[in-house]
């Protein structure tokens, strides 16, 4: 089974909610899609998974009605999304490989006082590295995070999936995966499970995935904060 919008649980579950920690994470809505995404390059940039804007008929919501909210100051604060100014590996996530899930957008005034990710290499194999999501900033001003490891990788059409360990659900996607100084090295879009409903140690029949920073993520940040 593969989904680009949810997740499964993995043993053990290390996720913790954080507070005033990862402020470049926010929480995205656009129409019916809802996800994570953070600042990247710029304070008026960021990146995420393409399914949480597009949906099988294209943009989820016309021009104002997406929006990414960030903690600022310790208040929530909602920023429009310039859905004319997106740049995606696909604006037909449920059509294409899921390498292509990701998009890099623009919103329409900066977040000041907030320091952007910087995007880091592709993850190796082995790897440390943190799942930092923003889906309960609504509910508990904070990011859920969780240290965990990439335990393989795997080649696609459009890109590299990398294969992890940690927990992951609804909301979660577009997730940045952090490497240990603090660079997304990839972006979480979904799952792969025989037995998604069961919580159940990592194995090549269980596991969440996401897609590693390639060329084509990097050329779309650089044109977004030029």
């Known amino acids: 089974m593969v989904s680009p919008a949810l997740g499964v649980e993995i043993e053990p579950d290390r996720r913790l909610v954080r507070q005033g920690r990862n402020p470049a994470t926010g929480h995205v ?18 990146i995420t998974a393409a399914h949480v804007l597009y949906g099988r008929d294209g943009l989820r919501a016309s021009q104002g009605g997406c929006t990414f909210s960030v903690m600022v100051n310790g208040e929530r604060q909602s920023f429009a999304i310039d859905t004319s100014r997106i740049r995606a590996g696909t604006e037909q996530p ?21 320091a ?55 909301g979660d996607s577009g997730a940045a995966v952090l490497d240990r100084a603090g660079r997304i090295t990839a972006i979480y879009v979904g799952f792969r499970s025989t037995a998604p409903q069961m919580r159940q140690i990592f194995s090549s029949d269980h596991y969440n995935f996401a897609v590693s920073v390639n060329a084509r993520m990097r050329m779309a940040v650089s044109e977004m904060t030029r």
């Open 29 to 46: 809505t656009c129409g019916s899609g809802s996800g994570t995404a953070q600042l990247v390059g710029a304070h008026n940039v960021i």
């Open 94 to 114: 449920y059509a294409m490989p899921a390498s292509f899930d990701w998009a890099v957008a623009r919103l329409a005034s900066p977040v000041a006082g907030t």
């Open 116 to 170: 952007p990710y910087e995007l880091g290499s592709g993850p190796s194999s082995g790897q440390p590295v943190t799942l930092v999501s923003g889906r309960t900033l609504g509910v508990t001003r904070g990011v859920i995070m969780e240290d965990c490891q990439v335990r393989a990788l795997r080649n696609a059409e459009g890109g590299r999936e990398t294969l992890l360990d940690c927990s992951a659900q609804s």
